[in-house]
């Protein structure tokens, strides 16, 4: 074979091009566009009658999203909010819906209400819960019921840690920036039969319908972060799934709360049942170590460890990418410094 038969192939085979070059309608982005949705319908299992789709606005933007697709204006939806994140779904959804009732919430967020306490509204056309709650670390430890009203939730920092069964759900959405990938893509899982419900004035980049019409492709798509998340299916596909993925971030969560619940100088606030696998809030004992903790912490290498401005305290995010010796190190460094402040 002569040298430049060899140059041929090798241009078959690569264009060359970085993919932030590319058409986003031309046949090599398009290939990487559906390989990154093939790979994540198989990661999740996710039932032929859904479909996915791959957008912009982050999981704030599915806030509005969700009422302007499922709902008119003088219709009526159920929010569960159980932390911060709920909250602002709430008061987005406020904005597009006469009727929206808070049918339970938690008051610490410590826990999620038993569903045998919510008052939901008939013929509500959704309710809306946060699967995760990323601030407050708090879990639904099961999938609530919803009958035949379709329930959507935020799994924004849940996807992938551990099997989600999608057929519970109408709707699924998750910001990229957790678990999938960079920050500038959402994806949304949809079930079939609730697309063509969007009101008349909800804007051509959040409906539904549309972007399944034309596979997220009706205007340009943030391709970059499309195609890392690809790469980051392929990566958790190669660590054997979610399920395999699950049982890390099992061990990862148990040795952590175990760490702090026999400290007595750490403490979580989250009811065990409900504890998140993703993130791990805790406090010390006397809340002018904090500050030391943070600073200590990061001299140490463990860095990014505050806990959200609008709680504070400390918050470890364990997220997939976070190695389970990752948490090990700081649960080392959390006895240490007990060993010296407490
Ligand atoms: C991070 C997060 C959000 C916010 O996502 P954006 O993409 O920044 O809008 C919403 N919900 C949950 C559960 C989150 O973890």
């Known amino acids: 074979m002569s040298r430049s038969t060899n140059r041929r192939e090798t241009a078959k085979l690569a ?3 970085s993919v932030m070059e590319m058409s986003h309608r031309g046949s090599d982005f398009i290939r990487i566009a559906e390989s990154a949705e093939a790979r994540l319908r198989e990661l999740m299992a996710i039932p032929e009658d859904y479909r996915v789709l791959f957008l912009q606005g982050g999981a704030t933007g599915q ?3 969700v009422p302007m697709n499922l709902s008119a204006q003088d219709a009526a939806a159920d929010y569960v909010i159980t932390g911060m994140w709920g909250k602002r779904a709430h008061a987005e959804g406020a904005k597009f819906l006469d009727r929206v009732n808070v049918a339970a919430s ?35 430890a099961t999938v609530p019921d919803t009958g035949a009203v379709p329930l959507a939730a935020d799994v924004s920092s849940i996807i992938l840690s551990e099997p989600i069964d999608v057929s519970d759900f109408g709707v699924l959405y998750a910001g990229a920036q957790k678990n999938i ?18 009101r008349a004035t909800t ?24 195609y890392i998340a690809g790469l980051v299916f ?36 989250v009811a065990p049942a409900n504890r998140s696998l993703m993130n791990v809030p805790f406090t010390v004992a006397q809340p002018d170590l904090e500050p030391v903790f943070l600073a200590e912490a990061r001299a140490a290498g463990l860095v ?14 364990i997220y997939n990418a976070m190695p389970e010796a990752g948490v090990e190190a700081l649960i080392d460094f959390m006895k240490e410094f007990e060993t010296r402040h407490g």
């Open 106 to 140: 938690s008051n610490p967020s410590t826990y999620v209400p038993p569903q045998d306490e919510w008052r939901l509204t008939p013929g509500a056309d959704y309710v809306h819960i946060t699967l995760n709650e990323t601030i407050q670390g708090v879990r639904f």
């Open 203 to 226: 804007p051509l980049v959040w409906n539904w319908f549309e972007n399944a019409k034309s596979g997220s492709m009706l205007n340009t798509p943030p391709t970059y972060a499309w």
């Open 181 to 198: 990938g960079p920050s500038g893509l959402v994806v949304v899982i949809v079930r079939e039969d609730l697309l063509g419900r969007a």
């Open 304 to 317: 990014n460890l505050e806990g959200h401005r609008s709680v504070g305290g400390m918050r470890a995010s």
């Open 15 to 17: 264009t060359g091009m």
């Open 63 to 65: 806030f509005a999203a």
């Open 234 to 269: 392929d990566w958790v596909a190669g660590q054997g799934g979610v399920a395999a993925m699950a049982e890390v971030n099992g061990r990862k969560a148990a040795k952590l709360y175990a760490a702090i619940d026999q400290s007595g100088f750490y403490a979580n606030p």
